[in-house]
């Protein structure tokens, strides 16, 4: 099992940048074995899938809502997964997950019942 802690959230303007990185630790050699991905809630709303990665990073995927802005990546000497998020919208305002997957590749990535371990979240506020 993982154990995962995120960081880098913060309260932003439109348009500006943020990177969150997620830390994991436990399970020796498991971060780099394990898709990981991203997902975000917003008040009032459903946890939603926003990006994913493959064991490798060799393969990512994203939401149709932040393709083009956000890049997600992964430094496995470091066990430490990334997501760069540019051009924020006030509609990104949520908190930020990270989460592990069981195996190396992921088909079903977009769906959280796939991730075995989870962060405990890091705050994104975007102000318009």
């Known amino acids: 099992q993982l154990q995962l802690v995120e960081s880098g959230g913060g309260l932003v303007q439109a348009g500006d940048s943020l990177r969150l990185s997620c830390a994991a630790s436990g399970g020796r050699g498991t971060f780099s074995s394990s898709a990981m991905g991203w997902f975000r809630q917003a008040p009032g709303k459903e946890r939603e899938f926003v990006a994913a990665i493959n064991f490798r990073g060799s393969s990512a995927h994203y939401a149709d809502s932040v393709k083009g802005r956000f890049t997600i990546s992964r430094d496995n000497a470091k066990n430490t997964l990334y997501l760069q998020m540019n051009s924020l919208k006030s509609e990104d305002t949520a908190i930020y997950y990270c989460?592990?997957?069981?195996?190396?590749?992921?088909?079903?990535?977009?769906?959280?019942?796939?991730?075995?371990?989870w962060g405990q979240g890091t705050q994104v506020t975007v102000s318009s």
């Open positions: 989460a592990a997957g069981a195996v190396r590749e992921l088909i079903h990535y977009s769906d959280s019942a796939e991730y075995s371990d």
